[in-house]
T-cell receptor, first 115, second 110 residues
Framework: EAGVAQSPRYKIIEKRQSVAFWCNPI?????LYWYQQILGQGPKLLIQ????????DSQLPKDRFSAERLKGVDSTLKIQPAKLEDSAVYLC?????????????FGPGTRLTVL | SQQGEEDPQALSIQEGENATMNCSYK?????LQWYRQNSGRGLVHLIL?????REKHSGRLRVTLDTSKKSSSLLITASRAADTASYFC??????????FGKGTTLSVSS
């Protein structure tokens, strides 16, 4: 069974500060996703990686958000500087099973609060 | 942008009752998936139905899909307190990531 570790689990920062999240897929998968889930809404894709390359980052606010995939395994998502509206849960996901139907396995997420 | 819209937004039932939630979407899909999210286990995949299927069962879950109406329903039979969670539909279009709806919050009381 696939697993995804994320850290930290919770983070509280002041607006205009910087923050970074980590995702560690326990079993290697070429595809990795970062989603943003604002309270009361469903997850929204921020960026999709295939190995080290970016497949889709059309909804990533590139003026403040950045992400990278290290050696096609771990990934980091950074926000600099943070805004109040960035308060959300940040979820990392990988394909579930063979991934043939785009089913996804999600990590526990990082809950970010921006004050 | 959000593709799926769940209905109702919130649902409260007693243990043993059935819970039905609906999802509508806007564009053609490869498949539609349902996920559950609670504080204990995060976001978990429940069931998938492909665009050429009309109905699918998994344990106490029954999913239907009507591609002509661009809608799906999730039925949970004999609900338990442990089913208390938010339920999201997610649509898969070829070559894109999943697009989630806003979810239905289900509360099952004993």
């Amino acid at each position: 069974e696939a697993g995804v570790a994320q850290s930290p689990r919770y983070k509280i920062i002041e607006k205009r500060q910087s923050v970074a999240f980590w995702c560690n897929p326990i079993s290697g998968h070429a595809t990795l996703y970062w989603y943003q889930q604002i309270l009361g809404q469903g997850p929204k894709l921020l960026i999709q990686f295939q190995n080290n390359g970016v497949v889709d980052d059309s909804q990533l606010p590139k003026d403040r958000f950045s992400a990278e995939r290290l050696k096609g395994v771990d990934s980091t998502l950074k926000i600099q500087p943070a805004k109040l509206e960035d308060s959300a849960v940040y979820l990392c996901a990988i394909p579930r099973g063979s991934g043939a139907y785009n089913e996804q396995f999600f990590g526990p997420g990082t809950r970010l609060t921006v004050l | 942008s959000q593709q799926g819209e769940e209905d109702p937004q919130a649902l409260s039932i007693q243990e043993g009752e059935n819970a039905t939630m609906n999802c509508s979407y806007k564009t053609s899909i490869n498949n539609l998936q349902w996920y559950r999210q609670n504080s204990g286990r995060g976001l978990v995949h429940l069931i998938l139905i492909r665009s050429n299927e009309r109905e699918k069962h998994s344990g106490r879950l029954r999913v239907t899909l009507d591609t002509s109406k661009k809608s799906s329903s999730l039925l949970i039979t004999a609900s338990r307190a442990a089913d208390t969670a938010s339920y999201f539909c997610a649509t898969d279009q070829a070559g894109t990531a999943l697009i989630f709806g806003k979810g239905t919050t289900l509360s099952v009381s004993s």
